[in-house]
T-cell receptor, first 114, second 111 residues
Framework: DGGITQSPKYLFRKEGQNVTLSCEQN?????MYWYRQDPGQGLRLIYY???????QKGDIAEGYSVSREKKESFPLTVTSAQKNPTAFYLC?????????????FGSGTRLTVV | DAKTTQPPSMDCAEGRAANLPCNHS???????VYWYRQIHSQGPQYIIH???NNETNEMASLIITEDRKSSTLILPHATLRDTAVYYC????????????FGKGTLLTVNP
């Protein structure tokens, strides 16, 4: 079945360490996104990419980095510069031109920094 | 994209209809209303969308007022599995526009 896979589901890291969250999709979607969610809050966009080898900053990109070397993959690195990295991270993908009805989300990675 | 306003929480009895309101008074003519829901600790799931006519699918119905300044998502026979946060989003059609998710409405379906 086609879908979007995030791994791992839970991740623990020590403060000051960089950590990379994986996101893979086999839906042949052109666009991919990373969102952050804090308890009781909505989703905030970190980065998005509409085509391979290109990506744009979202609303809260500071302290994060991404790459888009393959259409299927859009890994997110949480760097030590991110002040409050503990959060629930969601990856999504969509078909170009389909608009907001075509988003598929992964099941998320819960990152805890101690 | 136009801003939306939703109540933070609502309760509904199992088997009854759940009516979730959304205000979007600054919506533009080329913007659709979309609804997503997020079950705890999962990714959001698309439910339904519409422009100005009422829409219905296997999951829900969407009622949009004639002036398009507000809408209501209706779950006709709510079940315990419908307990989730429901997001109302306004976005332009046809573009791969980054979606903005507010805090949504936490719907709790009670037995």
């Amino acid at each position: 079945d086609g879908g979007i896979t995030q791994s791992p589901k839970y991740l623990f890291r020590k403060e000051g360490q960089n950590v990379t969250l994986s996101c893979e999709q086999n839906l042949n979607h052109d666009a991919m996104y990373w969102y952050r969610q804090d308890p009781g809050q909505g989703l905030r966009l970190i980065y998005y990419s509409q085509i391979v080898n290109d990506f744009q900053k979202g609303d809260i990109a500071e302290g994060y980095s991404v790459s888009r070397e393959k259409k299927e993959s859009f890994p997110l690195t949480v760097t030590s510069a991110q002040k409050n990295p503990t959060a629930f991270y969601l990856c999504a993908s969509s078909v170009m031109g389909q608009g907001a009805s075509g988003y598929t989300f992964g099941s998320g990675t819960r990152l805890t920094v101690v | 994209d136009a801003k939306t306003t939703q109540p933070p929480s609502m309760d509904c009895a199992e088997g009854r209809a759940a009516n979730l309101p959304c205000n979007h008074s600054t919506i533009s003519g080329n913007e659709y209303v979309y609804w997503y829901r997020q079950i705890h600790s999962q990714g959001p799931q698309y439910i339904i969308h519409g422009l100005k006519n009422n829409e219905t699918n296997e999951m829900a119905s969407l009622i949009i007022t004639e002036d398009r300044k507000s809408s209501t998502l209706i779950l006709p026979h709510a079940t315990l599995r419908d307990t989730a946060v429901y997001y109302c989003i306004v976005s332009r059609v046809g573009s791969n526009y980054k979606l903005t998710f507010g805090k949504g409405t936490l719907l709790t379906v009670n037995p």
